[in-house]
């Protein structure tokens, strides 16, 4: 069982991140989850206080012993970039030019080689 030990500075710092509105949900659990922790209230408590299992208290507690608060709120999220975006303007001024017959035809071309 993991043990944390932390300093009047952390336990500030943790307050701070939970009172503040920018900081996810998620990560406001995970605080939550240490804040528990060094109340000394059993992991199975702080899972079903939470909603959440014992190994992910268990993950939060490393995380943060690992990096501290910076560790816990720090999204991960990954959010791939569309090659797409680069050339968007263009599509966009291409598709504006051409008149609405020219943008129906390749439609009405598609259907009849489907039948």
Same mark, same amino acid.
């Given at each position: ?13 943790i ?5 503040? =509105? ?5 990560a406001k659990?995970k ?5 528990l922790?060094?109340?000394d209230? =059993?992991h ?6 939470l *909603? ?21 709120i720090?999204?991960? *999220?990954?959010?791939p ?6 050339f968007l303007?263009?599509i966009?001024?291409?598709?504006a ?8 035809? =390749? ?5 009849s080689?489907?039948e």
């Open positions: 069982m993991i043990k944390l030990n932390l300093m009047d500075t952390q336990r500030d710092e307050a701070e991140a939970i009172d503040d =509105p920018a900081t996810s949900e998620r659990i605080l939550l989850a240490i804040r922790h060094c109340l209230m =059993p199975g408590q702080i899972a079903a206080a *909603n959440i299992s014992n190994d992910t208290v268990t993950i939060y507690l490393k995380a943060f012993r690992k990096g501290g608060v910076a560790e816990l720090e999204n991960r *999220n990954f959010r970039t569309s090659s797409v975006e680069a303007d263009d966009t001024r291409s598709l030019d051409m008149d609405d017959v020219k943008l129906k035809t =390749p439609r009405f071309e598609i259907r080689d489907a």
